[in-house]
């Protein structure tokens, strides 16, 4: 299967120079469809600048990106036909009503008859959660309800791509769970690229990760595998009761690499097994554990790292990151 088949967005070697400062450094970006793509970075790494260069908002200086399958500067009026997008900081009329500024948008894409666009006027309004508040003045909204209104003004269209520019940066904890609901709710509707450095979100939403440092892409990969870690595979257990030499005759066997114990308490230890063939410890290092009589196994598991530990490992600490 060819990759405009299974790509929404593909970029090779896209490069953006302002006066001599490389923005973006031959940028290699796969987009699978259907994905929620994050698409992270500190400030200043280039995240923005990418969006203006898939939008056609900018021209790349070398390189190339498609869309679609179609190329960003020569089809770019084809291309933000099937494209939904939500600037950071949008702005709207203060007077008007969430419904009067979908409707307002709405005619940009639709001139049939009025009660379809009504229909889908609802429709988005419902999507968002912002049905209860259709017909009030935007200047009441709140962070979060004014966020759900520029989702649903980039969703008006039914997009086959939406691109939101850091969606809940600027929200407070409620806000950010409802966009990031809303977002999960358009997952079966389109294709989800955004940009952010909130390493929560981007870790409960996400499907697969791009990180961008200073203009340069350093890490891209399914959310499951940057998490699963580049160490060695190793498996948390609790345990509870006497450890009888079992930590000794683990570390013993050839395929076990380290052990290590951590502080516990109430009778509780916790290990963390390292382990070089992932297969015979899938198979027999629960059951080794459990043939001691005295241990109660209240916990096991492969290890999984936290976004914000593969961030820091891949970026650098010196890099700050809210």
Excluded: C
Excluded at 25 to 36: A, E, G, M, R, T
Excluded at 69 to 81: A, F, M, Y
Excluded at 193 to 219: C, E, M, N, P
Excluded at 267 to 290: F, K, M, N, P, Y
């Amino acid at each position: 299967m060819s990759d405009t088949n299974t790509l929404v967005i593909n970029t090779q070697g896209l490069t953006k120079t302002f006066k001599g400062v490389n923005a973006l450094q031959s940028l290699d970006l796969k987009v699978p469809k259907h994905s929620i793509f994050g698409f992270l970075g500190p400030n200043g790494a280039g995240k923005t600048t990418t969006i203006k260069l898939l939008l056609g908002l900018a021209r790349p200086t070398s390189g190339s990106a498609s869309i679609f399958g179609l190329d960003v500067v020569n089809d770019s009026t084809e291309i933000r036909k099937r494209v939904g997008y939500l600037a950071q900081d949008p702005r709207y009329y203060e007077g008007m009503t969430a419904r009067e500024t979908l409707r307002f948008t709405a005619r940009f894409f639709y001139s049939g008859p009025t009660r379809a666009i009504e229909d889908r006027i609802g429709g988005t309004l419902e999507l968002v959660g912002l049905e209860d508040k259709a017909d009030r003045p935007i200047k009441g909204f709140s962070g979060g309800e004014r966020q759900r209104l520029g989702i649903a003004q980039a969703q008006i269209n039914y997009p086959d791509l939406l691109i939101l520019d850091e969606p809940a940066a600027a929200l407070d904890p409620m806000g950010r769970h409802d966009v990031l609901e809303v977002m999960e709710r358009l997952r079966k509707h389109t294709t989800i690229f955004y940009s952010t450095h909130i390493l929560s979100d981007v870790q409960r939403v996400s499907d697969t990760v791009a990180i961008l440092k200073k203009g340069q892409l350093i890490a891209q990969a399914p959310i499951e595998q940057l998490l699963a870690g580049n160490e060695a595979v190793t498996y948390t257990i609790g345990i509870k009761g006497h450890l009888n030499g079992t930590q000794a005759r683990l570390s013993s066997l050839p395929w076990v690499s380290a052990v290590n114990a951590l502080a516990g308490g109430n009778g509780h230890t916790h290990w963390q097994v390292s382990v070089s063939d992932e297969a015979a410890a899938e198979d027999q290092l629960l059951r080794l554990i459990l043939e001691d009589g005295d241990l109660t196994v209240t916990e096991f598991g492969r290890k999984k790292y936290d976004l914000e530990e593969v961030f820091m490992s891949i970026v650098g600490e010196e890099q700050h990151v809210r």
